[in-house]
């Protein structure tokens, strides 16, 4: 392994593996470097892998719904040999039900006309016949199982939801980053995997390389920070936080698995589903389960991780209260009491929006801050990152001049400052997983 490169990608993680193929494409000799003995295996592996295209902001619904299209086109856009195993995208649709909390999808609704992004507006009548398990009746806010209001019904019921047909998820999100992995190497990539990254190295004021806890070092003028929950650390290695408005944090959350009520096969006639009036977002999980995230209702505390490394990895009492907020609204549905499911990290950033941008360290630059919802815009974002790298490294300053780009599928101009690390905070956002 030759210790220099064009740039070194900190991160073999969905976003990281995207990086890397595009960058290779364009002709950068790149060298990801990650911890693990496998790339995809950060919190990629234990993402939910749901591709969706409701946001609450403009710019987040564009890039969602340009984001849908690679996943559509997989084969194609990675062109890896015939008989390669690839990662299947699901194309099972998104119902989001109308609720005042996201102001009945209306603002939804108007993004998805101007981008023509199809869906249907379905009625109570509509959901009942698609998921005849379900129960309409209003349960919101969402409440802690000590409060003794827990499981009431609040009066009335759900009136409709949005679907949005094309959207879906992606069954193996640790395969589809190691696809994206072969694909970069296919065009000259390199990755070296179980290499713990300590330290950055600079050199007359600019990015030269990386240090490996082996004391190792790695040369490369350009070095892009891609750690997923790791990012404020080697954020502060590189010294880059001071002209940052915004920060990022790691933030440990818990998944659900629970087999699907007896007599109704999710797998095959369910779909993903937001829900904010109990605060769950679900989907289909294989052996006809149903894995069940939180939407991350103000009552429930954050658990915020100060070390990546070392979290507590066990399920908590969250398992059972996003499992019995799930049982409010599928009365038949049985709660084991083997808990399954995953406990992992989002990186989150202070308005749940990403970070794509360079830093105050000329030749370092981060996509980082994916708030629990960037799994799907992998691939553009790379494709992003890609053009702002090259647009920077020859001479533009995309601090005063954002890099004009355009979203290809769509054939959409984006504003690359929206995910500027010297932004306001963005009070549009849902300061939620919904991004
Ligand atoms: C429970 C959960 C559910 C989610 N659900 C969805 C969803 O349904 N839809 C959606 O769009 N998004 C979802 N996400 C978010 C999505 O998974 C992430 O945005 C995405 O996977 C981030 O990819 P990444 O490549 O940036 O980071 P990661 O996959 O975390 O990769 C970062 C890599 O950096 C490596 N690394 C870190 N520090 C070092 C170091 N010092 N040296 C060397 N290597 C290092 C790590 O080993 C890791 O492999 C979810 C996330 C979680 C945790």
Redo the contacts with the bound molecule.
């Keep these: 392994m030759s210790e220099t490169a064009d740039a070194i990608i900190?991160?073999?993680?969905?976003?990281?593996?995207?990086l890397a193929f595009e960058m290779a494409k364009a002709g950068w000799k790149t060298l990801s470097?990650?911890?693990?003995t496998q790339?995809?295996?950060?919190?990629?592996?234990?993402?939910?892998?749901?591709?969706?295209m409701h946001y609450s902001t403009h710019d987040g619904t564009a890039f969602?719904w340009e984001?849908y299209h690679y996943w559509r086109d997989w084969k194609d856009y990675l062109g890896l040999p015939e008989g390669t195993p690839l990662a299947q995208f699901r194309e099972v649709g998104c119902l989001v039900m109308k609720t005042e909390a996201n102001g009945f999808l209306e603002k939804h609704m108007l993004h998805s006309r101007e981008f023509e992004c199809p869906f249907e507006e379905w009625t109570a009548e509509d959901i009942t016949r698609r998921l005849p398990i379900y129960s309409l009746d209003r349960y919101g806010p969402a409440k802690r199982l000590d409060d003794p209001a827990f499981g009431q019904p609040t009066g009335g019921a759900l009136g409709g939801a949005v679907f949005w047909p094309n959207g879906g998820?992606v069954n193996d999100?640790a395969l589809s980053?190691q696809n994206l992995t072969e694909a970069a190497r296919q065009h000259g990539a390199r990755v070296l995997l179980r290499?713990?990254?300590?330290g950055i190295l600079t050199e007359g004021g600019r990015v030269r390389g990386?240090k490996?806890?082996d004391g190792r070092e790695l040369h490369a003028p350009v070095v892009v920070n891609?750690?997923?929950?790791?990012?404020s650390?080697?954020n502060a290695?590189a010294g880059v936080l001071d002209d940052m408005t915004i920060k990022t944090r790691a933030l440990r959350?818990?998944?659900v698995h629970v087999p699907a009520p007896e007599g109704f096969d999710f797998e095959a006639d369910g779909m993903i589903i937001s829900d904010s009036d109990i605060s769950c977002?679900c989907?289909p999980e294989h052996g006809n389960h149903i894995l069940i995230?939180s939407e991350d209702p103000e009552c429930d505390p954050h658990e915020w991780v100060e070390d990546?490394m070392a979290y507590n990895r066990d399920f908590t009492d969250q398992w059972s209260l996003q499992a019995q907020r799930y049982g409010q609204r599928v009365p038949s549905l049985g709660i084991p009491s083997q808990t399954r499911g995953?406990?992992?990290?989002?990186?989150v950033s202070s308005d749940w929006i990403?970070i794509y941008d360079k830093s105050s360290l000329p030749g370092f630059y981060m996509?980082?801050g994916?708030?629990?919802?960037?799994?799907?815009?992998?691939p553009i974002?790379g494709k992003m990152m890609a053009e702002l790298i090259a647009y920077c490294e020859a001479g533009h300053d995309h601090d005063q001049t954002p890099l004009p780009f355009r979203l290809p599928y769509i054939d959409l101009e984006t504003n690359v400052g929206f995910y500027s690390r010297k932004r306001p905070v963005n009070a549009e956002s849902s300061f939620s997983?919904l991004g």
């Design positions: 900190i991160g073999t993680g969905v976003i990281g593996a995207a470097v990650d911890r693990n790339s995809g295996h950060g919190s990629t592996a234990g993402s939910c892998a749901i591709i969706r969602a984001g998820y999100p980053a290499a713990e990254v300590t990386v490996l806890a891609v750690a997923g929950p790791a990012s650390k080697i290695m959350q818990e998944v977002y989907r995230g990546d995953v406990v992992d990290l989002y990186d990403p996509a980082c994916t708030s629990g919802n960037q799994y799907k815009n992998a974002a997983v």
